[in-house]
């Protein structure tokens, strides 16, 4: 499972060459539906820390959207607060620099890890994902309730579109759905 993996593969470096081959894999296949027919939807690929670090990072991206034909607006990317934290200048000037080529930027597991409000407002971020320990019992804890409301008003009043993952029932829904949140 990619909890066991994951961890091995960023130590061992091997993560910057199977990120960069989910990243081309993600939008080839985005590409193919769409030349069959489907319809357009975005497609999201996690980063870790080392790729997006990688000198060569935008270059990489601009490079797979170029072979596979897909246009930018069809690829998000989703770094998480830990990438927003670190070198915060360099991490600045690529975001922009992906924005400007009309990549969609989101903050995955929002609120687990480094969260600096700075960062929301200096960041091109167009997507909070609430991180699905806050959703899992969201009905029935009131801390949960409070921090999943508090990152969907945050993210309305700075007109970033929040998401929330992993929800399981009707109840988290509905809740979610009464509070203009995605699912």
């Not at 080839?28 to 030349?35: A, C, D, L, Y």
């Not at 019992?137 to 993210?155: C, F, K, P, V, W």
Request: hydrophobic share 40%; proline share 2%.
């Amino acid at each position: 499972p990619p909890i066991q993996f994951i961890p091995i593969a960023e130590e061992s470096g091997l993560i910057v060459g199977i990120g960069q081959w989910v990243m081309e894999e993600a939008c080839r296949q985005n590409m193919e539906w769409q030349r069959r027919g489907r319809e357009k939807v975005r497609v999201a690929v996690n980063i870790s820390a080392r790729q997006f670090h990688q000198d060569w990072f935008v270059d990489s991206v601009q490079k797979v959207l170029n072979q596979s034909g897909l246009e930018s607006k069809w690829l998000e990317l989703e770094i998480t607060e830990s990438i927003a934290v670190e070198n915060a200048a360099a991490t600045q000037e690529k975001l922009q620099a992906l924005r400007a080529m009309g990549v969609h930027i989101s903050i995955d597991d929002f609120g687990t890890g480094y969260s600096s409000l700075i960062y929301l407002k200096n960041y091109p971020v167009q997507t909070l994902k609430i991180d699905q320990t806050f959703i899992r019992d969201l009905t029935h804890d009131e801390s949960n309730r409070a921090i999943a409301q508090a990152i969907i008003a945050m993210g309305k009043s700075l007109n970033i579109e929040v998401l929330a993952e992993g929800v399981e029932d009707v109840d988290q829904q509905n809740l979610l759905e009464t509070k203009d949140c995605f699912l």
